[in-house]
């Protein structure tokens, strides 16, 4: 731990001379605003980027629920903006419609729930909340931020192509992604897409290191592991997981672009289309999809475990209590994060794999359903004789609770290979999934921007405009996805322009209907968010130093905290984070940093054996420090 | 005349949030924030929350059971009964769960709402009540494990020798059958390098087997009688899907696949039913396949295992409807392709009907 600690300090400390006089600190536009290295600036980078690509995702969404909702309608009023994808009747071109849900999807997942979250959230929050002045190079985090920019880009570019971007679903299958002769999309768009997702890899991968490396070695004084919040451990493991899983997928695109490129038969084989038999023999493409699984179901994690840290810290601090079985939820994200890498084929039962190996697979799919059980039922606990303020990010955890709770018990059916081949690639797995990844992780990410808006900014968020926002989008996304189970049950299969052809899936236009309207209105009210966002950035209500009252390190910065975070020393760490309504203590809170030598009337006896420890702690932390001045 | 009333609708929701926005505004300031915590807002947002709850739980119950009918599609095989029984018990349980884990946050969402001077509980853990929650779920998930795998393992398992053989070939965009012919009832070799625009199936007409297949537009399957598909794919990946089946398995270029199953009930049976004379089996692609996925169909049409037999028997074999192939049999075996096309009669027959 020392040698880094002390670069950082000495780095650090020589910019903190000049910050003692001017609040902001050196530099020009460009290097505090552009190119920065400072971990806040490159959070709210992320969190901008992925807010913009939310709402491109989400209107995609919009485009093509209207397709589904009311096939009837004139969209003429589209071209100025859709162009030729509007056919001349006035209908949506049945590739582009599939160019949109590729688009959407991969937007969502990896743009958005990847980028956007764990980008901002952890770059903001694990020096913050660790007590580290930045994270371990900030010059590699910088890096994470521009080849996301990077991919971003040119994942953009790619919608405008006339053959269209990527159209053959976000998992992009071959051969269908591999052969520009079964679908447009896989000429031009599916070469950006692929491009895009290798950058996209690179930066999620610099972030990722940056993120481990600095979790084990910048801790300040006295912050154990055991004394982590469970915000830094859930970005620990995300963390971890994409460093293992992402170079997966690296391997898998790779290898498609070689088949697509030069000829070899990795996906490949037996193929006739278009008037002739292929050359490319001996491949297979459930290999491709093994691949992609190997990522494809950690990444569902990586989601989604962000949501959960952040949401436990909400739940805690507006509970007023601290997070029951902070020991099992450690346990159970780890327990899932070892899990999340050998489920990957319930993916796959019909795919014609191995039956055998089928079974091996659910039988691990549902063992994972307990610790994901074990979490909601320590949030519950938790919110258990609580005294709870529903600020609005409080709100929002509580929506991210349901929504894991409602979208993770369908899980079970899914993960039942004999149930599933009923379902796979029914709207039932589409509701599964956007309730427990996307609505869930959504709300998470919401959630944070409530909560630690005012640490961001300064400032305070409107908490009104919140609580509308909040009851808009949640009883909104019930709607939207809510009805897609009965829609998935009747068969209906996803990635269907239209039903109409068949007789088994003619009906449901009322409830299809009901969905498109709901997602219309749904996306509506985010603008209430963007308002009091951008509003509240610059006009809200000075925020206090520390307006939730909450344990955690980060409020112990100022206001508007400069590069280096604290002003001066670290505070160093004595208590987990959760003292919250302990008995005996004056306030319903006891931060992390208060040692218990100032805590007597609350300690527990086991607490006073420590007080002796803090002294000597102290003492060698002054050698310490002073050794570096 | 209607995107006017949509405009002013939409003006005047935007006015009256920006009126809330700026009244709320206006109080946190005069109040100061402390005194926010618990305010009219909290106590409304507790509220609300349990309003939602008996609304949503109302909603869901009233939606499941008065619409049972239209979302539950009918089942017509062996292993769709089962698999659906293994449907609904997960669905019970999984309700039950869901219902009282629902009901109980709402409460405590409500009931543990802050007020004044009341302070929360300091209770990190409870090793006991951990314990039970892991142990409880993981009880009753290695009993839906346990029921899930011998359905599984049933379904998977070898198909029986007499079943009755179908090949089902996906292609960009559209279902082709081919079976065995009612000669020798197996089904000739292929191959995708002898794919034309003629010889769709690739057959390989040195095979003997494949003289008398026969290629079908609609999938004809007998009642009651073990059927084994057989699947390929020409180009990209599909997903042969019999909705009232309880099949779906993909067809994958290089890698043939197969499912067995047996139907319970003739199309005539499901019509009368239904109470809906038109009523039809369909076969449905489930695997994103490009621009005409969603109108991948194929009828289907379930009989009698006689009248099944007769309808195989009157179909032509692919190389009678194609004699230019006949060169592409070697010459050894063009006699008998003759007449296992039914190109040219059978002499063992004609000698026993001169016996008569
Ligand atoms: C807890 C967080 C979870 C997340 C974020 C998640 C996410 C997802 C996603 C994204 C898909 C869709 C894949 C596609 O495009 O086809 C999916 C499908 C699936 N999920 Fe989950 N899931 C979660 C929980 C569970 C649980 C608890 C189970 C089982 C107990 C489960 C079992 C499955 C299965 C088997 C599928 C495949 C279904 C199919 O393709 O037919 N998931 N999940
Ligand atoms: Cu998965
Ligand atoms: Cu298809």
Redesign the interface.
Known sequence: MATTDIHIHSDVHHHDDHDHEHEHHEGNFWTNYVFSQDHKVIAKQFLITGIFWALLGGTLSVIFRLQLGFPDMNLDWLKPVLGEWITPEGKLD??FY?ALVTMHGTIMVFFVLTAGLSGTFANFLIPLQIGARDMASGFLNMLSYWFFFLSSVIMFTSLFLSTGPAS??WTI?P??SA?PQ??KGSGLGMTLWLVAMALFIVSSLLGGINYITTIINLRTKGMSFTKMPLTIWALFFTAIIGVLSFPVLFAAALLLIFDRSFGTSFY??????G?E?LAHD?????LFQHLFWFLGHPEVYIVLLPALGLSSEIIATN??????????MIGSMLFIAILSFIVWAHHMF???MN?FL??IF??LT??I??PS??K??????T????????TSGM?FS?GM??FF??GG??G??LG????D??L???YFVVAHFHLVMGSASFFGMLAGIYHWFPKMFGR?M????G??HF?LT??GV?MVF?PMH??G???F?R?????T?????S??TDLNMLVSTAAILTLAAQF?FL??FFYSMFRG?LA?AN?WQSNTLEWTTPRNPGHGNWVGEIPSVYRWP?D????GSKE?YIPQHIPFSETPESNLPSENDLIKLETSNGEGKIIVEGGKH | MMSLIISLGVILILAILYMIFRVSNLITIAKGPRDQRGGTANKVNAALFIVFMVASLGGFFWYSIAYFDEYNLPVASDHGKWTDTLFWITMAVSVIAFVIISIVMFVFIYRYQYREGQRAKYYPDNHYLELAWTIIPAIVLAVLIFTGLRAWNDITSPAAKDAEVVELIGQQFAWTARYPGVKDGALGKNNYKLIDDVNEFGLDLTDKNAFDDFKSLELHLPVNKEILLKIRAKDVLHSVFLPHFRVKMDAVPGMPTQFKFTVTKTTQQMRDELGNPNFNYELACAEICGRGHFSMKMSVVVEEEEAYEKWKASQEAWLKQNPDYLKKVPDALKEAAMIKAGMQKDPGSSVAEAND
Do not use: C
């Open positions: 049945p590739e599939l053959g679903g299958y051969p269908l052969l079964a679908i490949l084989s037996d193929i006739y289309i008037g038999a001996g491949g297979s493409p459930i509970s007023r209590k601290p997070i029951f079985g902070y020991k099992a019909v795919t014609g039956p089928g079974s659910m039988l549902l063992i359903a307990v059980a074990v909601i039922f320590n949030y519950v606990t919110l258990w004789k609580g005294n709870i303020r529903f709100l509580i609770v349901s709770l409602t018990i369908t079970i059916f039942n290979s004999a149930i081949i009923q796979h690639d029914t305070m409107n908490e009104t405009l609580s509308i009851w949640f009883v019930y809510f009965y829609i049950i009747a068969g299969p990635r269907y322009y239209s039903w052809n068949f007789d088994t899936f009906g449901f209430i308002f009091n209500r206090p307006p959760y919250y309504s302990k008995p319903d």
